[in-house]
């Protein structure tokens, strides 16, 4: 790996996000595994800059979709038009077709709309009018969205978020950040940028990402957390196999970007948190005692035995 990309690729998101080192690692951790994610928080944390910073220094051809309740499935994945001038019907493709989207707001869309994506996010593939095409390669949705209880929004369907490799949650920024914040802020607006990664760069990252060894201890280790959370008297809604897969890719992306070929218990246990909160859903008595999916988690991570390296 050329580690030399991928500290120019974090100091150029962090001259722009202030404060946000974590969170900027576990979204190149999830976007270099080629999976999906989805930042929530308040209104004016910085999650919308955050998605198109690293959109831009990825290289790729780069789209954004601002959400809003009367948008079609078509303005999304494109539709057919009748071209005059040589008599027959085209495809005119939509902003899916891109190698990096930006989904801004994703939860004030209708269910209806919110739905067209989910085939573009598993299969990498969008059907217009009867007709399939191929996504291109990476393929990566960021997402924002904010809390549920803020006015004109559509919750998420379960079968969406486990569509998600990741969800990160952007809370109000401490006092000393937001000084450096505010004192940035026209530097900030200004958004002077540019893609640091060409797009056989980013490819190049993906697939040697890859070539990092994980043992049969860690791999049961990942079994071992997503078993004894099904297992939970808690739980409503178990967490799918998905789980189990993106703790095992974007573990290995963060092996990888420290510079060890194979994975560590510590990578899982790193992530734990952001690839399984959305996939937990408690029965309505625990929520009502304050339980939360973070709460699973954390006491999983501290019961489960940790393997030897």
């Known amino acids: 790996m050329n580690r ?49 910073v690293l959109s831009i220094c990825l290289g790729g051809a ?18 057919s038009y ?10 005119r493709q939509g902003p899916i077709f891109a190698n990096v989207l930006l989904i801004d707001e994703l939860n004030r869309a209708s269910p209806r709309t919110q739905s067209a994506l989910l085939e573009a996010m598993q299969e990498r593939q969008a059907t217009i009018e009867g007709n399939t095409f191929s996504l291109p390669r990476p393929f990566i949705i960021i997402a924002t ?12 369907t379960e079968v969406q978020l ?14 000393e950040i937001e000084k450096k914040i505010v004192a940035n802020i ?27 060894k994980i043992s049969e201890r860690i791999l049961d ?8 959370i099904r297992n939970d008297k808690r739980i409503r809604l178990p967490p799918s196999p998905r789980a189990s897969i993106w703790l095992y890719k974007i573990g290995r992306v963060f092996a990888y970007l420290d510079g060890r070929n194979y994975m560590i218990p510590d990578d899982v246990k790193r992530i734990a948190h952001e690839v399984l909160r959305h996939r937990i859903y408690l ?17 999983t991570l501290e019961s489960v035995a940790v393997p030897r390296e």
């Open 4 to 52: 030399q990309i991928v500290k120019n690729l974090l100091e150029s998101i962090s001259s722009v996000i202030i404060g946000q080192e974590e969170t900027i690692q576990k979204l190149l951790a999830c976007t270099l595994a080629e999976g999906h994610a989805l930042l929530e928080g308040p209104p004016g944390v910085g999650k919308t800059t955050l998605a198109k």
């Open 62 to 79: 780069f789209r954004r979709i601002q959400m809003t309740p009367d948008l079609l499935p078509s303005d999304i994945i494109g539709s």
């Open 82 to 91: 009748f071209d005059v001038k040589e008599g027959v019907f085209k495809i």
């Open 145 to 156: 969205q904010g809390p549920s209880a803020i006015a004109g929004t559509f919750p998420l």
């Open 162 to 175: 486990d569509r998600f490799a990741m969800k990160l949650i952007s809370g109000i920024p401490s006092r």
């Open 186 to 212: 026209d530097e900030i607006e200004q958004l002077k940028i540019k893609p640091v990664l060409t797009l056989s760069d980013a490819i190049r990252l993906i697939d040697e990402a890859k070539g990092i």
């Open 221 to 228: 280790y990942i079994l071992n957390i997503i078993e004894q």
């Open 283 to 299: 029965k309505t008595e625990w929520e009502l005692e304050g339980i939360e999916p973070d709460t699973i988690i954390r006491e």
